[in-house]
């Protein structure tokens, strides 16, 4: 589906990132993932090519405009050409609203938000004569939150709105602009959930890597050029569930 494509996944190191780089070279992509954290990279570098799958590995931080257009910039130089850029990279912090620092606050608007405009614009410089596709992983925090997650619902809320801004903005130059918006994706420790927690969900099953990676696929398909500047909600119909405590 994706042969001689060039396909850039931040954040790709583990989990939900990890799940989508595997998924595109499973889908023939040829795949650049970007992380800050090197040990883990190598991990899944080495996991991945031992399933004879065309990846590679780039260690930055895009939370800093300087590495995000230095990465956009090599891999265009080397590959010729950037087809896809999947922005998941990110962090979650979740802590007091009494407790939250400036450095806080900024580390996670930083990491969450600013790296996605970042590299955004700096692929797009790449795309322009050719087009291409963003997809942007926010999260159903967008729209709905738990108590104490104000740097993260906030920056993901962002990603919901600056997709659509670059939707507009990028679609005279061919470029399409999605986001996800995954509900909970268990990454680790799949086996020891509770039936309540399968329960919680009309999908009656808690979300996998897999299932974001699947709505990637899919915005990211050239023949879906129709579908731009959507939130695709990937939760397993969550948010769409009316809660009341007795």
């Known amino acids: 589906m994706f042969n001689q494509k060039i396909v850039v996944v931040t954040g790709g190191a583990q989990g939900i990132g990890k799940g989508i780089a595997k998924a595109f070279a499973q889908a023939d992509g040829t795949v650049i993932f970007i992380d800050r954290n090197l040990d883990e990279g190598n991990k899944t570098l080495d996991e991945l090519k031992q399933q004879k799958l065309n990846v590679q590995f780039v260690q ?6 300087d590495e995000a257009s230095k990465v956009m910039k090599s891999i265009a130089d080397e590959y010729g050409k950037i087809d896809i850029l999947i922005n998941n990279a990110g962090a979650s912090k979740f802590q007091s609203i009494w407790e939250v620092t ?10 969450n ?6 590299c955004s614009r700096e692929a797009a410089k790449y795309m322009k004569e050719t087009g291409g596709t963003i997809v942007n992983v926010a999260s159903t925090r967008a729209f709905q939150s738990e108590a104490n997650t104000e740097a993260y619902s906030a920056s993901k809320g962002g990603i919901s709105s600056l997709t659509h801004a670059l939707a507009i903005t990028l679609g005279n130059y061919g470029i399409r602009v999605n986001a996800i918006s995954p509900g909970w994706i268990e990454t680790s420790s799949y086996e020891e959930l509770r039936e309540v927690d399968h329960g919680q969900h009309p999908a009656n099953r808690v979300g996998k890597p897999e299932d ?6 899919y915005l990211a398909d050239p023949a879906n050029d129709f579908v731009t500047g959507i939130n695709l909600v ?3 119909g969550m948010t769409r569930k009316m809660i009341y405590e007795h």
Do not use: T
């Not at 930055?60 to 405009?65: F, I, K, M, P």
């Not at 938000?113 to 970042?118: C, D, E, K, T």
């Not at 974001?212 to 696929?217: E, N």
């Open 234 to 236: 990937v939760d397993g």
């Open 102 to 111: 400036e450095v806080d606050w900024n580390e996670i608007i930083n990491n």
């Open 113 to 118: 938000l600013s790296s996605v405009f970042y």
């Open 60 to 65: 930055a931080d895009l939370s800093r405009l």
């Open 212 to 217: 974001v990676a699947k709505a990637c696929l």
